[in-house]
């Protein structure tokens, strides 16, 4: 039976991707590999038949040039800094989840579940739609924790291993007429989608086309994040948290429910993936329908925006900004003739530029160390002279003899009984016992 504390896999990964060497080597070479990840970008684009320059102006115009362009790229980062902020809470435990795709899919399920098969007026539905959501991902990621508590199974292969589960289980509800499948209209024909959430289970927005939309989803996101960054850092349980991330062993010594905490930390990351997940079926990022690929790798990103933030909460927001403008972004390169896809390209290399610079920097820290040669120390205590006793002294202490053993079996001699130093010893011993 395993102990749930701390995964060595992911305990590992996350050492690697986050060490601890700072300072301004760091952000020189930082900003050293941007510019190198943006140059290869623009060589990339011009490898495959397009203009880098043209290129930029379209990402450019659709995600910053107009503030309706602002509205869509801030819709997605609501869902990414969602996703952001649960990774960072169970990597301070020492956990790496990285089943959030298939977590915010089922949020999106449990979610779409509740909005149309209870009849609430008002807004306890949009209530009763966004607690749906949290639960359901919540109790879908604590399964990986009871997996590693009771049968021992890595984390990261568990999380990983669910989302395609979750995959299949979205597109078996949208397919089955009495599950979630879309009601028929006349004799057309059925796609594997919901029906819309009622209108009373969606996000409002502030602002409207084409001034700037801001909605109800980016300012809980935002919430949830400053929220959490000041639990982590300020409350005695985010210290716990700390402290069974860096050593479960001491956190169990000093009377820390390591499996509990550690249990309650993925089962957070899984709630706030499926939050994420009830924010693209009610927000209008999405048709409102709950869709196999509604999900758009917002899991995926999200992990991303929380290794390139350093599993800093308040960090996460300006890198979830960043991660939707390209988004918002992606979709006009088209017109300019260059891949789509090429916008995954260019976040793994804006994320291998993050990540990287602390990494290379640790490790040629730690090689320096250990090539330096030790310096030999020497004693710095004097020592006295101490004198010899003489030969029969009593007061002198009996000297320890190592006994020989005598291979072959025979009984020792005995002693001589003219000798002074037993003698002296003897009478040593007596005077001491009387």
Known sequence: MATLGIDGTGQQLLRRLNPGPGGWQVGLATVATVGVALGLSALLIAVTGGSPTASTKALYQGSMATPAAWSTSLLYVAPLLLVAVGACVSARSGFFNIGQEGQVLIGALAGAWVGLRLAVPGPLLLVLVLLASVVGAGVWAGLSALMYRFRGVNVVVSTMLMTFLAQQLISFAVNTPWLLQESRLGRGTLSPQSNPVPENARLASLGEYPNLQLNGGLVLAVVVAVVLALVMARTRWGFRLKMVGLNPAAARHAGVRVGALGGIALAISGAL??????????????????????????????????????????????????????????????????????VDVVKALLVLAFVAPPVVIGMLRRRRLADQPATPTTPTTPTAAVASPEPGDPSAPATPTASVPNPRGTAPEPADPGDAGTAGTKDAMEGRLA
Do not use: C, E, Y
């Open 273 to 342: 993936a499926g939050l994420a997940g009830a924010l693209l079926l009610t927000s209008p990022v999405g048709t409102n329908r709950l869709q196999p690929g509604m999900s758009l790798n917002i899991g995926w990103d999200g992990l991303l925006v929380a290794l390139v933030a350093r599993n800093n909460p308040l960090l996460a927001i300006p890198v979830a900004v960043l991660f939707g403008v390209l988004r918002a972004g992606g979709s006009f390169l088209a017109a300019t003739g260059v891949p789509s896809f090429l």
